[in-house]
C-alpha cells in the first residue's frame, strides 16, 4: 500500500503533467487510443482504406435512394458509414487470423512458450473484431429500415392527403350537382308560374274582350253613331 509520502509525491508530480499545449500535440493525444476506429462517434477513413473507395460507397447509395431531406441524407451516410466500419472489421478479422494462425503454428511447432498469453489476447481481438461486424451490420440494417419507414410514413401522409383532396373535389362535385338540380327545380316552379300568369293573363283579356264586346252590343245605334 502506497504511504502518505508517497501519494502527495504522485499529486505533485501530476500537476506538472499538463499535456499536449499545441494543436498538433492535441490531436495526437486525442488519437492515442483510436486504434481501429470501430466504437466512438467520430468515423474517419483511415490510413490503409481508400476515401475514394468510400466516397464511390456514398455516392453509390445516395444514387439509389435519392434522399430528398436532411433526415433521408443522414439515414444514408449512416448506412455508408456502417458498411464500411463492417468491412473494416471483416479485413482486421482476416489480419487477426491470420496472426491467430501464425501464433499458434509456432506454438505447435516450438512447444507451450511465454507466446500463449499473447495467442490468449489474440482471441479475444479476433472475437471483437467479429463482435463489430456483427454490430455495424445491424447498424446498417437499422438504418435502412428506418429510411424505409420513413418513406412510408412520408407515401401514407401523401395518400391521405390525396384521398383527402379526391374526398372534397368528390363532396364538391356532388354539392355542385345539388345546386344545379335545386336550380333547376325553381327555373321549372318558376316556368309553371310564369305560364300560369300568362293564361292568367289570356284568361283575364278573353273575358275583358268579351266584356267590351257585350257592351258594345248592348249601346243604343245612335251613341254608337255618336261615339
Known amino acids: 500500500m502506497a504511504t502518505e509520502a508517497q501519494i502527495l509525491a504522485n499529486q505533485q508530480n501530476a500537476q506538472h503533467s499538463t499535456g499536449p499545449k499545441s494543436e498538433t500535440g492535441k490531436a495526437e493525444s486525442c488519437r492515442n487510443n ?25 455516392s453509390g447509395l445516395r444514387f439509389e435512394h435519392q434522399p430528398a431531406t436532411m433526415t433521408e441524407s443522414i439515414l444514408v451516410e449512416k448506412m455508408a458509414q456502417s458498411h464500411w466500419l463492417s468491412k473494416r472489421a471483416l479485413y482486421l478479422q482476416d489480419q487477426a487470423h491470420r496472426a491467430f494462425g501464425a501464433r499458434c503454428a509456432r506454438i505447435k511447432q516450438d512447444g507451450a512458450t511465454d507466446e500463449e498469453l499473447s495467442l490468449e489476447q489474440q482471441g479475444r481481438q479476433l472475437a471483437l473484431f467479429i ?34 383532396k379526391r374526398h372534397a373535389a368528390a363532396e364538391s362535385r356532388r354539392e355542385s350537382a345539388e345546386k344545379r338540380k335545386q336550380d333547376l327545380h325553381e327555373w321549372a316552379v318558376l316556368l309553371a308560374q310564369a305560364k300560369v300568369d300568362h293564361q292568367d293573363v289570356l284568361t283575364s283579356n278573353a273575358r275583358l274582350d268579351g266584356i267590351i264586346a257585350s257592351t258594345r252590343e248592348n249601346i243604343p245605334l245612335e251613341v254608337q253613331k255618336a261615339a
Open 34 to 58: 483510436f486504434k481501429y476506429g470501430l466504437t466512438g462517434s467520430s468515423f474517419t477513413v483511415l490510413d490503409f482504406e481508400d476515401q475514394d473507395e468510400y466516397d464511390h460507397l456514398l
Open 131 to 164: 463482435r463489430y461486424q456483427t454490430t455495424h451490420d445491424r447498424a446498417f440494417h437499422r438504418a435502412l429500415n428506418d429510411l424505409l419507414k420513413l418513406r412510408a410514413e412520408k407515401r401514407r401522409s401523401e395518400i391521405g392527403f390525396e384521398s383527402q
